[in-house]
């Protein structure tokens, strides 16, 4: 199998479009979480946001492709679905682990020791999936370098951008749990990239990863809660639309991720999308007011320089020939059509989206929930800056709007 | 799926995100 050329280009272009834009909307997700005043645990906000991104991404999917799609994804490779809970466990305590960080050590030093998790999936991709092997030193020193540098940039807008007490009294604590939630996030995208390896659609491994999360997440909720759980929820009812939101923004951002990782691997993909610190922190600062300064223009232009040296270090003919080996030895280990596999990783099989009744009943019960949530919600007293929330909105939109249409045209979403 | 599980078991790449996991699960233990 060879993908020629042109295809290649365009996919590799899908791919870092698909980075960006993931860095855009996971950051966007912030700011629906501001929302929520202090006064609710930690694990409850957590809990609240991870059931907006189960009902997202249950929806989304069923509204993009259609359940039938999923099903036929599934039969092609059922031991995915396993590889996708897996993934889903480990994105779940590393999402705790991070409030628990930044409880001990503040975000300015908890942020830049968890984004490590780049470097770690750029080892990984190395390792086990052939990326950067046939690359040449140039672009291998690229990513590398533009994931240090981005690094380095996220340590200064994280010391810029945290408000954060002194450290608490237990900081060999708040380093571990920070460090491992490095380790969980970089190594969560092994799964990732072996399902769109093995050419899984994204829209499909997604849906199953969140199985893996809610149960997790509400296990941990409850181990952390116990009995008070119920009574948190219902007393958090009135911001629960909020967090919701948060949560489904998040999914937007999350799906472009996956893409990232099907189409440029997780080396790169994962270093590009972790430009949502960028975004938060334009949201904070510019729409809630948050304070800015040297720091921040510096640490900003230095994650931004790391994150072009990415992207322009797209992966060549003979490194996309390293990656469908990688391809077929999954092929070959799972019994997978080499068909399947093939034709996934040169995104050429979505099918046409075919949506039965199942499928809007999906979509209407997510609406319902949103819908009821909404009803009950009080609107927070927060001053915003409605000249550059708008901005920021529309560039979100357009990228969204932008990126999935270059998607849909070279891919079919596939 | 039970042969499937059965390579997966087999398969290294599996357990590092099992044992990562695992690890991760014990760090959350010892902080809290």
């Given amino acids: 199998m060879s993908v020629d050329a042109g295809r290649l280009r365009r996919l590799q272009l899908v791919g870092v479009a698909s980075g960006f834009t993931a860095g855009a909307w996971l950051g966007a997700a912030e700011a629906p979480t501001k929302m929520v005043t202090l006064g609710i645990p930690p694990v409850v906000i957590s809990l609240a946001m991870v059931t907006g991104v189960f009902l997202a991404r249950w929806s989304l999917p069923a509204l993009l492709r259609g359940s039938a799609g999923i099903r036929a994804d599934v039969r092609q490779a059922p031991h995915l679905v396993i590889w996708a809970a897996l993934a889903g466990c480990l994105w779940a305590v590393a999402n705790t682990l991070t409030v628990f960080a930044i409880r001990d050590i503040g975000l300015s030093i908890a942020f830049p020791l968890w984004n490590s998790n780049s470097l770690l999936g750029i080892l990984w991709g190395f390792v086990f999936f052939n990326e950067l092997r046939g690359a040449g030193w140039g672009r291998r020193l690229s990513v590398l370098g533009g994931a240090l540098a981005m690094f380095g940039g996220a340590t200064l807008l994280a010391v810029a951008s945290s408000h954060q007490a002194a450290p608490g009294a237990r900081p060999m604590q708040g380093v571990a749990a920070a460090l491992a939630a490095g380790a969980l996030w970089g190594t969560m995208y092994i799964p990732f990239r072996k399902a769109y390896l093995t050419g899984m659609n994204p829209l499909s491994f997604v849906t199953f990863f969140t199985v893996g999360e809610l149960v997790m997440m509400t296990a941990l909720a409850l181990s952390d809660r116990g009995a008070a759980l119920a009574g948190d929820l219902a007393r958090s009812r009135d911001v629960f639309f909020w967090l919701l939101c948060g949560g489904f923004v998040w999914v937007i951002g999350d799906l472009f991720q996956q893409y990232a990782a099907k189409y440029i691997g997780i080396s790169r993909g994962i270093p590009l999308s972790n430009t949502n610190q960028l975004w938060g922190l334009a949201w904070g600062i510019l729409v809630f007011g948050e304070a800015g300064g040297a720091q921040v223009i510096g640490g900003s232009l230095l994650m931004a320089a790391g994150a072009a040296a990415i992207a322009l270090a797209t992966a060549t003919r003979e490194e996309h020939q390293r990656w469908q080996e990688a391809a077929r030895r999954e092929s070959t280990r799972y019994g997978v059509d080499a068909g399947y596999v093939e034709s996934g990783l040169a995104g050429q099989h979505a099918g046409e989206a075919r949506r039965t009744w199942v499928d809007w009943a999906i979509i209407l019960a997510a609406t319902a929930v949103f819908v009821g949530f909404a009803m009950v919600a009080r609107v927070p007293e927060l001053a915003v800056h409605g000249g550059p929330m708008a901005v920021l909105i529309v560039l979100s939109l357009g990228l969204l709007a932008g990126t999935g249409w270059a998607l849909w045209r070279v891919t079919r979403f596939s | ?32």
């Fill in chain 2, 1 to 32: 799926m039970s042969g499937r599980l059965g390579v997966a078991l087999r398969d290294p790449q599996f357990w590092v995100p099992v044992f990562v996991l695992i690890g991760g699960l014990l760090v959350l233990r010892w902080i809290r």
